[in-house]
């Protein structure tokens, strides 16, 4: 569980983050807003990319905000990043190993790791394979394997479905779901695919301009009218 209290961020004279409190239960919770509304800013500093200018986060009870930048995967935070992190020139089984061993995991398990990750994401490839000569969706999907190699406690995807068309949206969703049941991680999914965040997500926090305005189960955070006028842009109730 990640219970997050009066969470502030600002950078100069704006507030990207605004005392935001939540608590994030096991499984997989969604956290959508407009852009801009500081959800990227939020998995920047769990991340430990940006610090915040005051709150609390503590994770499965361990103090996040205490723990150094660099030490962070090695207690068990990945993520994904809307722009592709995964290196052209490297196979798709090396991209995976690399954060396999920056995540400070045992060399012996490292193989049959890397390829259960491989594996899990349905990438039904040779590991060998360059990772410039795939498509757009398979490089999505190792951008995913790299997220839940080892033992990951917190995996943050932010926009995985970006610019995906449907049949494999539908297929990334398929492996969301799954993520902690077959890893044990809890985990949070940034996307502006309701249709996804429906279909992956038991409950669901909303921002709006680093406010938080909703929280709780899925269907009922997507039915409320403050989030129909901030993010869908009416409030009417269908």
Request: charged share 20%; net charge negative; hydrophobic share 45%.
């Amino acid at each position: 569980m990640i219970e997050v209290e009066d969470l502030t961020v600002r950078f100069g004279g704006v507030t990207s983050l605004n005392r935001m409190s939540v608590g994030f239960e096991s499984g997989t919770c969604g956290l959508i807003g407009p852009n801009g509304a500081g959800k990227t800013t939020f998995f920047n500093v769990l991340s430990g990319f940006v610090r915040p200018a005051g709150g609390s986060i503590r994770a499965f009870g361990d103090d996040l905000l205490s723990i150094v930048h660099y030490r962070r995967a090695r207690w068990g935070l990945r993520r994904t990043f809307q722009t592709e992190q995964a290196i052209e020139e490297l196979s798709v089984y090396e991209n995976v190993a690399l954060v396999h061993e920056h995540a400070g995991q045992s060399g012996r398990s490292r193989r049959a790791d890397v390829l259960d990750a491989i594996s899990f994401v349905g990438l039904n490839i040779d590991p060998a394979a360059k990772v410039g000569t795939l498509g757009a969706g398979q490089r999505r999907l190792v951008e995913v394997a790299r997220a839940v190699v080892g033992r990951p406690r917190l995996v943050l995807l932010d926009e995985p479905a970006a610019g995906l068309p449907d049949a494999e949206t539908s297929g990334l969703a398929e492996v969301i779901r799954q993520i902690p049941a077959r890893t044990g991680a809890l985990t949070v999914l940034v996307d502006h695919d309701m249709s996804l965040v429906s279909a992956c997500c038991e409950t669901t926090a909303v921002l709006d301009f680093g406010v938080l305005i909703a929280s709780g189960p899925t269907a009922q955070v997507l039915r409320d009218e403050r989030v129909m006028r901030a993010y869908l842009g009416t409030a009417e109730v269908a």
